[in-house]
Each structure stands twice: as C-alpha cells, then as structure tokens.
C-alpha cells in the first residue's frame, strides 16, 4: 500500500538546522510531484515548499525562502526538506506530500520545534 513516512523532526535552537526526509512506497515516486506542507498549533495548513517529478524545478513559500531547500532522490524514492536558519515561527507539524493530477497521498507528520 502507499506510504509516505516522514523523519528527522526534533528539538532545534533558534538559528540551528534540521534535514527532514520522506520515504515513499506504494506508487511510483518518479512521476508525482512533492511537496512540504507545514501545520501550526490553530493555524491552517500551509504549503511550504514544491519539486516537480524529474526535480527540475522547485518553489518556495516567501516565509522560508533562501533559508529551506526542498530536493529529492528518485532512486530512493525519497524527498528532503533541508531547514537552516530556524525560526520559532517554523514550528509546526510538518507533512509530506505526493500529487499527480488529482492524485494525492500524506504521510503522519513529523513535529519540529524551534525553542532555546
């Protein structure tokens, strides 16, 4: 069956580094974009990053830009979400995404807190 199984969420200070990672089964990996959402305590859920199938291209929501990375090895059937320069702001449960037209599967969620 599909899974998307997200990790690498954790307890980070202001200004540290997270790499978030997704593995995925069940489908065909190679041929749906990715995307990160982000879920805050009584805030909707936001899109936070994209990457196309072949990961040729990539879009940012403002609030993360130049300091997320969003990338992705389709030999391993796993998208990455790379964090720096963290924020208490960027604390949410965040989600993995998979899309194909109408399409779309979820992971749990991984939490990411940033708090000194």
């Known amino acids: 069956q599909v899974q998307l199984v997200e990790s690498g969420g954790g307890l980070v200070q202001p200004g540290g580094s997270l790499r978030l990672s997704c593995a995925a089964s069940?489908?065909?990996?190679?041929?749906?974009?990715m995307r990160w959402y982000r879920q805050a305590p009584g805030k909707e859920r936001e899109l936070v990053a994209h990457?196309?199938?072949?990961?040729?291209?990539?879009y940012y929501a403002n609030s993360v830009k130049g300091r997320f990375t969003i990338s992705r090895d389709n030999a391993k059937s796993t998208v990455y979400l790379q964090m720096t320069s963290l924020k208490p702001e960027d604390t949410a449960v965040y989600y993995c995404?998979?899309?194909?037209?109408?399409?779309?599967?979820w992971g749990q969620g991984t939490q990411v807190t940033v708090s000194s």
């Open positions: 069940g489908f065909t990996f190679s041929t749906y974009a």
């Open positions: 995404n998979a899309v194909l037209s109408y399409t779309s599967y």
């Open positions: 990457i196309t199938s072949a990961g040729a291209a990539t």
